[in-house]
C-alpha cells in the first residue's frame, strides 16, 4: 500500500472511505485489489501514533 500517498489525502481531510479506493495491492495473494478499509484504518493509526 502507498502509505504516504495515503498520509497526503487524510493531511488534505480526504474521508478514509475514500482513501481506501485508490491505492491498489501490487504484491502477493490480493495483488490488483484495494485494501480493505481497516487496514486503511490501521496505517493511519499507526501514524498518528508516531
Known amino acids: 500500500m502507498q502509505v504516504l500517498y495515503c ?3 487524510r ?5 478514509v472511505p ?3 479506493a485508490k491505492p491498489v495491492i501490487l504484491t502477493g495473494k490480493h495483488n490488483g485489489r ?3 478499509l481497516a487496514s486503511v484504518y ?3 493509526g499507526a501514524d498518528d501514533e508516531d
Open 7 to 9: 498520509l497526503g489525502l
Open 11 to 15: 493531511g488534505r481531510g480526504v474521508p
Open 18 to 20: 475514500k482513501i481506501a
Open 34 to 36: 484495494n485494501p480493505s
Open 42 to 44: 490501521r496505517v493511519l
